[in-house]
């Protein structure tokens, strides 16, 4: 576990410079990736009535806010990236935030729901208590968290110029109820494969009303 000040400043500042360089070779690999599995599966949870209120954490170049639009929701993005957040503002019109993921200031009892793809496992683990507690005060009483990590065996560290942390579903549900939040549904992607073959581990969670 890493929790010096110094080593998770230069988690945060490497990591993010890796996208901030390669924000176009990013945006043009992931345009296409189909996640409205994931969508779905935070849309069908949210008991509040349309259009939603939504978090794109980690929204990237802004490919899901332009779907989360085009649905009829009113969505909001935040990345730690500068050119993710512009590159999200110019595609999607919707207000993006610039946020570093370790220090987050996020307002309370905000939205509907927080859709984090792809982008929890970039926490250190020493801080990923904090983080998920900070969503969790974001969301509106019953509101609901997707998440979407890669999975592992509980291990952390660098591949290559980003940081990660690579949970299994036990450990993953652990940090999840410890910071208040009840599971929905948990499940593997890509659908319809082996397991060995599902690196992705998804999980839908609701706020208590």
């Known amino acids: 576990m890493t929790s010096s000040t110094e080593a998770l400043s230069r988690i945060s500042a490497v990591t993010i410079g890796h996208y901030q360089r390669q924000a176009e070779q990013f945006e043009a690999g992931t345009r296409d990736h189909d996640v409205r599995q994931n969508i779905d599966a935070l849309l069908r949870h949210i008991k509040a009535d349309a259009p939603l209120q939504i978090l794109d954490f980690g929204c990237g170049p802004g490919r899901d806010l332009r779907t989360f639009v085009e649905m009829g929701h009113q ?3 935040l990345d730690g990236c500068p050119r993710f957040v512009e590159m999200a503002r110019a595609s999607s019109g919707c207000e993006v935030w610039l946020q570093d993921f370790l220090a987050l200031d996020l307002p309370a009892e905000r939205f509907d729901g927080i859709f984090a ?3 929890l496992f970039h926490v250190p683990s020493a801080v990923i208590p904090t983080v998920l507690r900070q969503l969790r005060t974001s969301l509106k009483p019953g509101g609901v968290l997707f ?15 980003r940081y990660g942390a690579y949970y299994d579903l036990e450990i993953w549900r652990t940090l999840m109820n410890q910071a208040g939040m009840e599971e929905l549904e948990h499940y593997y992607r ?6 060995e073959q599902q690196p992705w581990l998804a999980s839908v969670w609701r706020k208590p009303d």
């Open 75 to 77: 969505a909001v993005g």
């Open 147 to 161: 998440s979407s990590n890669p999975r592992g065996h509980n291990e952390e560290g660098w591949n290559g110029e």
């Open 117 to 119: 793809n792809a982008v």
């Open 190 to 195: 890509p659908a319809g494969l082996p397991r």
